[in-house]
């Protein structure tokens, strides 16, 4: 089969340095997992240098083109392609509760819906690396006090231990994109459950940055917290002044509240 043409409504950009896409492989530790979930692989750049780890590589593609290039050229790929959209499919499918990585050169136009995505296999996903649009990878890894700091920041940070890796310039991609890249890598915390409500954790996350600019005191008012918890001095701040332990401790605070 001739090589596959990128198709922008897939947001597809093809890697084409090696190394990289070796430098992106060798980010994985391979510890904790056996197996290892390449999401958008394409015409395999990446795979390639997954599949000679020791490791069990899948690959998860929507692209019918792409499935039949990696199926007639990647023999060890046999029975480990996947046709499915990963926003939509259910992994464990394959996995059955197992532990696995997932690594990738994601589509910029669904990659944060990806990590939201992975979020919600967090108790399967020890480590998580890829490449994203620069400024989403750089938002991913974000401190408080940043105006890219963000509901990405705080969820994945909650959970995961974020680290940027280093830029991909745009002239490495066929056809080029109109932004620089950006690698990054997540690592699953030791102690990765949270002491206070998961859900009420990622609604407070969420609410608050829908008005980013306002304090927590007038973000957080669809809550409907009691007088008595409004003056404490943490809603004198705004979203982005709080770190992600000030953001569980106060929702611990909004659970003993009542809510």
């Known amino acids: 089969m001739e090589k596959v043409k990128a198709k922008k409504h897939l947001g597809q950009h093809f890697l084409k340095d090696e190394s990289i896409a ?20 394409g015409m395999g750049v990446l795979t390639k240098y997954l599949l000679d780890k020791p490791i069990n590589t899948y690959v998860i593609e929507i692209d019918s083109e792409s499935v039949t290039y990696l199926d007639e050229n990647y023999p060890k790929l046999k029975d480990k392609i996947i046709s499915k959209d990963f926003l939509k499919y259910n992994i464990n499918e394959i996995f059955e509760g197992k532990q696995f990585a997932i690594i990738g050169n994601f589509p910029y136009n669904i990659s944060t819906q990806i990590v939201f995505r992975a979020l919600e296999y967090r108790n399967q996903i020890p480590e998580f ?11 991913i890894c974000e401190k408080k006090g940043s ?21 991909v310039d745009e002239h490495v991609f066929i056809p080029p994109p109109k932004v620089k890249s950006g690698v990054l890598r997540l690592r699953r915390k030791e102690n990765y459950s949270l002491p206070c409500g998961e859900k009420l954790f990622f609604t407070v996350v969420k609410t608050a940055f829908q008005q980013r600019r306002k304090t927590l005191r007038n973000s957080l008012k669809t809550l409907n917290l009691s007088d008595n918890l409004r003056e404490d001095t943490i809603f004198d701040l705004r979203p ?20």
């Open 22 to 41: 070796k430098d992106i492989a060798d980010t994985l530790n391979l510890e904790g997992y056996d197996d290892v979930l390449e999401i958008g692989p």
């Open 240 to 259: 982005e002044q709080l770190s992600v332990e000030q953001f569980i401790g106060l929702t611990q605070k909004i659970e003993a509240d009542g809510i």
């Open 147 to 167: 105006k890219a700091y963000g509901i990405l920041s705080v969820l994945v940070q909650a959970f995961f231990d974020a680290e940027y890796l280093f830029t």
């Open 129 to 139: 690396a890829g490449m994203f649009q620069k400024e989403v990878a750089q938002r």
